[in-house]
């Protein structure tokens, strides 16, 4: 449909300190640039979806957020040779966008974490020279949809950044405040179109083509883009009780740039190829309950110790739900690397919430950065465990990635349980991550249990307190260690959008040789500004609602 005019309306909603806003901005030619950032946002979402959507209106809700730190710690470098005192400044501003339109969809979460510390005498030159040292880090999540076709051509885009360990025998700490110089941040970004299409109630066929790069900022491991094409057909209401589906992909990782591959997370492999075909069937006994089963073939290429790698696989499985409270699927079968198995069990009653999951696959650093595969989720003072879409600002990593720039069998459970109440919550949980290179076998495994409670002390103020351990094997190194810690906190709001709080918190390691070990503590006075709140709450920082993309 053609647009009546010169003009192009974009509907900007920004809501500021918690008093709606809405601004109307008209971009005709020749008009001040000032408006440009703003209108940018507009532009570009008509630009993915096409002409014809040009004169359709975006509607755009900014939340900007800011917190500020004061870390007093005895031990920044994390070690126990060079113990050195530092008084720690973080300041974190931060944006969630959420961006709707008829058919453009797009969500971002940033947070620039930036932390300058002003450190006492130093015995030798460990974790840097002089008494002033300072570090930039920064948090995103960004998911977008455009539909370029209605009801057949989409893409997708998404982007990831976040902070990995170098080494796990070096210094690793609960958050980014101490043994900082031992971080690196991967950057993952993904384009990806696709094509479906609807053959009445018989069929719907999906093809996709995706385009990946991950970018690591350390020298010593290298970079690698990724070429996948997928494509699935999938039966329709047509079959009744009966559901089958025929598969296909091929996926190409390729090494891109130079890396020394020193250090444990070195990246040598050059390039790997999975390609596989398969075909399932199921039935549906009834409304709850459905079995399945998967046979296919697997032709791959890439350095690996196995006599093959290529072969058939085969799984059979089953999914439960018997009501809205509880589901579980299990799934059992084999591949080239041996028997596979995964687990999905969730139970919700009304003051308890029961999960566990487990999975087997070949992985790389791809599926770890931009599908959180390999990853566990974080406590915080801000998120509650339960919202998996909430982007801490407070974080206390469970179990930190290593950057592994390698092809690897990768095996990860998680059981958790949260009990919730008026005035109490408390969450356990256990996780476990290894990874198994294909390439020399090398092997690296964490695993831990961290426990989070919550007392509401009045309407507005909590006592937060968590606490756990963490077992770590680097990858080709013969150490291991242990990691306890602990955080008591206080939080209190001092108004609907602002929030101050105190608390200590308490780091040990220890280990095998050729591990770090310390000790560490540290008190920590924050206070955070949320310029706008979010459904009616004023703990969640992050976006309330996530992007369906598709079958990536």
């Known amino acids: 449909m053609p647009c009546t005019g010169d003009r192009l309306r974009v509907r900007l909603r920004l ?10 901005i008209v971009v005709m030619p020749g008009r001040d640039s000032r408006h440009l950032a703003v209108s940018a946002l507009g532009l570009l979402a008509a630009v993915i979806s096409g002409p014809w959507s040009v004169c359709a209106a975006m509607n755009w809700e900014i939340t900007p957020r800011f917190a500020l730190s004061e870390i007093l710690t005895d031990n920044v470098n994390l070690t126990r040779d ?6 720690v400044t973080r300041f974190r501003p931060g944006v969630n966008i959420v961006g709707q339109g008829p058919r453009v969809q797009g969500n971002l979460s940033y947070t620039l974490d930036g932390i300058i510390a002003l450190r006492g005498s130093s015995n030798s030159s460990t974790g840097g020279s002089g008494r002033y040292q300072d570090r930039l ?7 977008g949809r455009a539909e370029l076709l209605k009801q057949h051509l989409f893409v997708d885009a998404r982007a990831r950044r976040r902070q990995f360990a170098t080494n796990l025998a070096g210094p690793i700490g609960i958050d980014n405040t101490a043994g900082f110089n031992n971080l690196s941040a991967v950057t993952g970004l993904s384009v990806s179109p696709y094509f479906t299409n609807h053959f009445g109630s018989y069929a719907d066929a999906t093809l996709r083509y995706s385009y990946d ?3 690591i900022d350390n020298s010593s491991i290298a970079n690698t883009q990724i070429n996948q094409f997928s494509g699935i057909l999938q039966s329709g209401d047509a079959f009744g009780p009966v559901f089958w589906s025929l598969n296909a992909n091929r996926t190409q990782t390729q090494r891109s740039g130079s890396g020394s591959g020193t250090g444990s997370g070195t990246g040598q492999f050059q390039s790997g190829t999975f390609a596989e075909a398969s075909a399932s069937i199921g039935y549906r006994l009834n409304r ?14 890439f350095q690996s110790t196995r006599n093959t790698i290529d072969g058939p696989f085969w799984d059979v499985g089953f999914d439960w739900v018997p009501n809205r409270r509880a589901s579980l699927s299990a799934r059992y079968g084999e591949r080239f690397f041996g028997k596979t198995g995964s687990l999905n069990l969730r139970y919700r009653r009304r003051a308890t919430l029961w999960q566990a999951s487990f999975n087997q696959s070949i992985s790389t650093l791809r599926d770890v950065i931009l599908t959180d595969a390999g990853t566990v989720p974080i406590f915080s003072l801000n998120c509650p465990p339960s919202d998996p879409s909430c982007l801490p600002i407070d974080e206390i990593a469970v179990l930190r990635p290593e950057a592994v720039q390698d092809i690897f069998v990768l095996a990860r459970a998680r059981a958790s349980v949260t009990l919730s109440g008026v005035k109490h919550s408390a969450t356990l949980a256990y996780s476990f991550i290894r990874r ?10 964490q695993q831990g249990v961290n426990l989070r409670w919550t007392w509401r002390l009045r309407e507005n103020a909590q006592f937060i307190t968590s606490g756990g351990w963490m077992q770590m094997q680097p990858l080709r190194q013969d150490g291991e260690g242990n990691l306890w810690y602990m955080q008591l906190g206080l939080t209190r709001d001092l108004g609907q959008l602002t929030s101050a709080s105190l608390s200590y918190r308490h780091q040990s390691r220890n280990g095998t040789a050729g591990l ?3 000790n560490e503590n540290a008190l920590i006075a924050a206070i955070t500004i949320r310029f706008s709140r979010e459904n009616g709450s004023s703990t969640g920082v992050g976006p309330s609602t996530g992007i369906g993309m598709g079958p990536y």
């Open 213 to 215: 790069r991950i970018f």
């Open 82 to 87: 060079d113990e050195v005192g530092a008084l």
């Open 436 to 445: 198994t290179v294909e390439r020399d076998g090398a092997e690296s495994r």
């Open 137 to 143: 880090f920064h948090l995103l999540i960004a998911d």
């Open 15 to 24: 809501r500021l300190w918690s008093l709606p806003q809405e601004l109307r």
């Open 516 to 518: 770090i070990e310390y």
């Open 288 to 301: 709850h309950f459905s079995v399945s089963a998967t046979g296919g073939y697997q032709d791959n290429d």
